[in-house]
Every structure is written in C-alpha cells, then in structure tokens.
C-alpha cells in the first residue's frame, strides 16, 4: 500500500537523462539481403551437384533441407520458431503456382486463430520447388517439415530447434561475405 516512487515525475526525469547520457544504439541482426541469398543458394547448389555425384546421402538431405529452410524463411520473413513448426499436412503444392502453408499461431496471431501463407512459384530460387524437393528425397508426409539429418542419412522423428536455425544460417553462409556479419534468426525477417 505504499506509494512506489519510480512513478513519480522526479525520477522519470532522472531516468531519462541517465538514458540520453548512456545511449547507445539497440543492437540490431545484420539484414539477409537478396544478394546475400542468392549467394548462399548458389554456393548450396554447387554443393549438392557435389554431394550427388559422390553419392553423399547425409549431405544430399541436409543440403535440401538448408535450401527450403532458408528460401522458405527468407520469401516469407519467418520467425525461427514458426520456421520450426511448419508441418507437412499443412502444406499444400499448386504446381506451376506456388504452395500454401499454414501456420496454428504465431507471435501477433494473438488468437490463435491461424494464419494461410501464399508462396509464389518462381523461376529462380523458388520456395516451393525447394521445399517440395526436400519432403520428397526426406520422405516426410506428416509432423514437422524441417528436421535434424544425421551423418548417415538418417532424418529425425523431431522437428529441428527454433535455435538450430541460426547455426544453419551461419554455417551455409561461412565465408561467403565478412567475417564480422553473423546472421541471426531476425536476419530473415
């Protein structure tokens, strides 16, 4: 029942001026731009090319798997954990049209009523071609989309980490552009 001090004018001024006084700027995920994009698209083409022609099953699954991740995130800006919870049922192909994907909830669906997103088929780095590629080599019919591949080969009952998907982020794109640009999940939206 006391009187809570911090809201008195007296001491949000005081707390403004230690803000402007202590101000730095809000650290903010470097952008994934489309030439950032379509450099690693290119570089995960050559290695699948790679990966095929050696017979490399592990690295021919994980391949296609980065490749819808990522061209997925990117086309339609999602959240690493709505990325994460993609599921195959909910999936539907219109070839030669695009692929519709629809999502429970997300963060600003705040009832949960769920939401349809549209992707458009197109000539170059295209999301549903991509993300057809990888269900159809993975063999996923149902649960989530975008799962762990171990070094065999072998996919995950599980869907990956929302946290999975910022190391998939770096590792394809190591050494592509600076050193000092580390992508992180917000890089996609």
């Known amino acids: 029942g006391f009187y809570n001090p911090v809201h008195s004018q007296e001491v949000k001024e005081v707390i403004k001026g230690v803000a402007k006084m202590h101000h730095t700027a809000p650290k903010q995920a470097p952008a994934l731009t489309f030439d950032h994009l ?12 790679l990966a095929i022609e050696s017979e490399q099953q592990a690295d021919i699954l994980r391949i296609h798997r980065d490749l819808a991740l990522i061209l997925v ?20 192909f219109y070839p030669g049209h695009g ?5 429970s909830h997300s963060k600003t669906d705040t009832e949960a009523l769920g939401k349809t997103h549209f992707m458009q ?17 993975s063999g996923i019919n149902s ?13 995950s009952k599980v869907g990956i980490n929302k946290r999975t998907i910022e190391h998939v982020l770096n590792r394809v794109s190591g050494g592509l552009f600076d050193s000092s640009l580390k992508f992180s999940t917000h890089s996609l939206r």
């Open 38 to 49: 379509k450099a690693i698209c290119d570089r995960l083409e050559a290695q699948k090319i």
């Open 73 to 92: 995130g990117f086309w339609k800006g999602f959240r690493s954990d709505e990325l994460s919870r993609v599921e195959a049922e909910k999936v539907k």
């Open 99 to 103: 692929m519709e994907i629809f999502l």
């Open 121 to 137: 088929s197109l000539r170059l780095y295209c999301p549903a071609d991509a993300l057809q590629r990888w269900l159809e080599l």
């Open 143 to 155: 649960g989530p989309v975008f799962r762990g591949v171990d070094r065999w080969g072998g996919v």
